[in-house]
């Protein structure tokens, strides 16, 4: 039976690392970030795929920095090492040591969106598919040689928690098909197009802040490119608002790009963008309050959003 290491993290590894241990291959070690202090309180709280390993009665190893801790990894002597949103770079001499390589469930159609973040990227560029590639690991980050892909539509209102998990159940099934084509040398490794390569670097704070000069399309594409997580934000009378969720409006609208115009119900109110179109608003976070929906926020008072009052300012 082929040895399996493998390495993730987040919800999205946890199919994946689900998909091997369902297989005819067995799951020898689970290598995953540390536990991290989560939420207002701080509880120290272990990864996804810790958890879901531990049911299983897999061993768990948690290196802080994997560069300088890697041996106890080797001692498994894996076959194969399969990466799915692990966090941290491979070592060279991790790369070279399993028979089969070292592999990686990425969430792009490699050589687009390189990176940590290729599904927030993939719906902020508008894009209409994205998917899935599994790949063989290089030094170069997300460099490798690619093994199979397999393409996932976007629909017109899927966000990054929706195609997270699309993409988390299709790399799950991918990879399944792929390890014993892998094992059996029926695969043909094919060179990624190094001009074609396009980069989705992590979201930085600046990157999250709505600029209402934008097109109302582009703006949409941006709320739901962050949406539900880390949220895009906007300022309201001098305070951070996160806006969850909204609507465009291709109706055509006179007032400078953020201004909240006249046509305000209880349950949306809209904003101008640069083109004269609209957003329309419908579920927002204000300063110290939790998420609500604008019919939430606007009971009791509709004068809590003021027409003429210009958003991002």
């Not at 599904?119 to 998917?131: D, L, N, R, S, V």
């Not at 209880?266 to 604008?294: H, S």
Request: with cysteine.
């Amino acid at each position: 039976m082929k040895r399996i290491v493998f390495m993730g993290t987040p919800d999205f590894s946890v199919p994946v690392l689900k998909s091997v241990i369902d297989s005819e291959y067995e799951v020898v070690l689970v290598v995953s970030q540390p536990d991290r202090p989560k939420g207002r309180k701080k509880v120290i709280t272990p990864p996804p795929v810790k958890t879901e390993a531990e049911k299983y009665g897999i061993p768990v190893f948690q290196p802080e920095k994997l560069m300088h801790n890697y041996e106890a990894i080797l001692d498994y002597q894996p076959d194969l090492i399969v990466t799915a949103a692990y966090g941290q770079i491979l070592p060279k001499a991790l790369l070279d040591a399993p028979k089969f390589g070292c592999i990686n469930v990425h969430a792009s159609l490699l050589p687009e969106l390189r990176g940590g973040a290729p599904i927030h990227y993939a719906i902020m560029q508008g894009k209409e598919e994205t998917g899935i590639t599994i790949m063989y690991m290089a030094e170069k980050l997300d460099a490798g040689d690619i093994l199979m892909q397999r393409s996932v539509i976007i629909e017109e209102k899927d966000h990054v928690g929706s195609m997270h998990d699309k993409l988390s159940q299709t790399g799950a099934k991918l990879l399944v098909e792929c390890l014993p084509r892998l094992f059996s040398n029926e695969l043909t490794p094919i060179k990624q197009e190094e001009a074609k390569a396009t980069f989705a670097r992590n979201i930085t704070r600046e990157q999250e802040k709505i600029d209402w000069t934008k097109g109302n399309r582009e703006i949409y594409n941006h709320i739901r490119g962050l949406h539900p997580w880390p949220v895009a934000f906007t300022t309201y009378e001098g305070k951070i608002m996160k806006i969850w969720w909204a609507q465009m409006d291709d109706s055509l609208y006179e007032g400078q790009p953020g201004e909240i115009i006249s046509k305000v119900s209880d349950e949306a109110f809209i904003v101008v963008c640069g083109d004269n179109k609209g957003i329309k608003v419908t579920e927002i976070q204000p300063a110290g309050k939790k998420r609500m929906t604008v019919k939430e926020y606007l009971q009791g008072s509709m004068d809590r959003i003021k027409q003429g009052k210009v958003m991002g300012h």
